[in-house]
């Protein structure tokens, strides 16, 4: 079995930053790429940042400047630095990890359970 399991969201003021972690654990070969998404309340899923699994970055236009996606193979754990944080970001962030549980598996699609960032102004 697969777990994702973010950490690191909170309330911060306007301007201010914040480190999410994505760490995951159980029975995995590889990770290839992860992807941290957002929703906020009302309106739709959106696309935060990618990190592929040959550490290749691709970042959303509203996040472009101000967050940093990193990951560190040995701890299975990706992150993502939040800077110049504004109310718009305001949101639960979620990732997803394509990885494979073997060598011979594909790759399947994980989830984590979101975690609840809240921008103060």
């Known amino acids: 079995q697969v777990q994702l399991v973010e950490s690191g969201g909170g309330l911060v003021q306007a301007g201010g930053s914040l480190r999410l972690s994505c760490a995951a654990s159980?029975?995995?070969?590889?990770?290839?790429?992860v992807t941290w998404y957002r929703q906020a309340q009302g309106k739709q899923r959106e696309l935060v940042a990618t990190?592929?699994?040959?550490?290749?970055?691709y970042y959303g236009d509203s996040v472009k400047g101000r967050f940093t996606i990193s990951r560190d193979n040995a701890k299975n754990t990706v992150y993502l630095q939040m800077n110049s944080l504004k109310p718009e970001d305001t949101a639960v962030y979620s990732c997803?990890?394509?990885?494979?549980?073997?060598?011979?598996?594909?790759?399947?699609?994980?989830w984590g359970q979101g975690t609840q960032v809240t921008v103060s102004s």
């Open positions: 997803n990890a394509q990885l494979r549980t073997t060598a011979s598996s594909g790759r399947g699609d994980y």
């Open positions: 990190i592929t699994g040959d550490g290749g970055t």
């Open positions: 159980g029975s995995i070969f590889s990770i290839n790429a």
